[in-house]
């Protein structure tokens, strides 16, 4: 029974974690490690926000409420936990073709900064967080 | 709506959007240039919307323009220019029935007590406040008075734009540190924009369709909103029932 079940989650995690737009293989990017980050290293919303705009990730997870092909929407990308958005978004996923020889080597990911992939995964996190947004 | 590709990488989506932002008046003592900031709002964001988006290196699937029809096994680099008609419409409600579903809202306070910290380290109080991407948007009425472009800020964060704080980027319109020089839109920003409106490019090829603005109730988000003690909303609850 036991067996089972863990079979089953590690299914569905499997399953989960297969679906994304790309179809080649590798990419590389090193985590960030912790505490290693240089103290210039500042979260700037908007500078993240360019950072998933420029790489185009609305078009394939839409915002919200619903999958393309069964690509995780948005959404639920800002639902997992930071380490499981960095293997699945920038380390296992899009199989390579983001990086220097991918298909889509002039939007490169691996050319992305510790300091870049964090705010980037923080800019996910807090899509899910409804932050308000001022202005004067 | 409709797309056409001119087969060197470049896909022109042509289509027509009527946005309609609601105005809820909530102040105590009503807002006797109202219809005024609700004009000018109409206006600027007309303008700011028109002449269409562009962006360039968009990762998406291969577009068969024979088929119309995207490919979802085979990836494609695209420049894609957003070629939309809006038409705007800023109307005020008086009732809170009249907020359906996923309208785009605008709220009308008293004040707001909410401050920010910018980048440099500096205080600032908040003349508006929003929850991006479909989420509502509030304004102070008073400090509306003093900037009519606050509104129209407030609900491009609904439309998915994030605010500035570089300083060198004081002429644009999502700068928020309240020293604009000027009030310019990027044409990536219209093109982020553009694209948060559509949604879904492959939602194109079927024709025309009911956009639903993202699965929201934007009644029980205002509430949960006004609500939130930290946003320091001051306004006429009874207007809010």
Redesign the interface.
């Known amino acids: 029974m036991v067996s089972n079940t863990t079979r089953l989650s590690l299914g569905s995690i499997l399953l989960f974690m297969f679906v994304a ?3 080649e293989n590798k990419i590389k990017i090193k985590a960030p490690k912790k505490n290693s980050l240089p103290d210039s290293c ?1 979260y ?3 500078d993240a ?1 360019q950072i998933v ?4 990730c ?3 997870h ?5 999958r ?2 069964n690509i995780p929407s948005f959404d639920e990308l800002a639902a997992m936990d930071s380490l499981k958005l960095l293997n699945f978004v920038f380390t296992k996923k899009h199989n390579g ?1 983001y990086s220097i020889k991918g ?2 080597k ?2 490169r990911m691996d050319t992305l900064s510790d300091c870049e992939i964090k705010s980037a995964i923080r800019y996910i996190r807090d ?1 899910g967080r ?7 | 709506m409709h797309i056409s590709d001119n087969g060197s990488g470049e896909l022109t989506l042509y289509g027509d959007f009527t946005i309609t932002l609601k105005v809820l008046d909530l102040t105590t003592n009503g807002a006797p240039n109202l219809n005024s900031l609700m004009t000018f709002t109409q206006q600027v964001i007309t303008s700011k919307l028109r002449g269409g988006g562009y962006k360039s290196g968009v990762i998406y699937f291969e577009y068969n323009s024979s088929t119309k029809s995207f490919n979802f096994r085979k990836n494609h680099t695209y420049s894609i220019r957003y070629n939309f008609n809006c038409g705007v419409n800023v109307i005020q409600i008086n009732m809170l029935s009249q907020l359906k579903g996923n309208d785009f809202v605008l709220a009308v306070v008293d004040s707001i007590g909410h401050q920010f910290t910018d980048q440099y380290g500096k205080k600032h109080n908040s003349g508006g406040l929003a929850q991006r991407d479909g989420g509502p948007a509030v304004v102070s009425y008073n400090e509306w008075r003093k900037n009519k472009y606050i509104g129209v800020h407030e609900f491009f964060h609904t439309l998915g734009l994030g605010d500035i704080e570089d300083l060198s980027k004081k002429d644009r319109l999502m700068y928020h540190l309240g020293d604009n020089t000027s009030y310019n839109i990027s044409d990536n920003e219209r093109g982020d924009m553009m694209s948060f409106l559509m949604r879904n490019i492959s939602d194109m090829t079927k024709g025309t369709y009911s956009y639903t603005n993202l699965n929201f109730n934007t009644l029980d988000l205002l509430r949960r909103f006004l609500k939130d003690t930290t946003n320091g909303f001051k306004y006429n609850k009874a207007k809010f029932r």
């Open positions: 737009c790309i179809n500042r700037y919303a908007y926000g705009s420029n790489l185009s609305y078009n394939c839409i915002r919200r409420g619903e393309l092909n073709n298909a889509f002039t939007s899509y409804d932050i308000s947004l001022p202005s004067q």
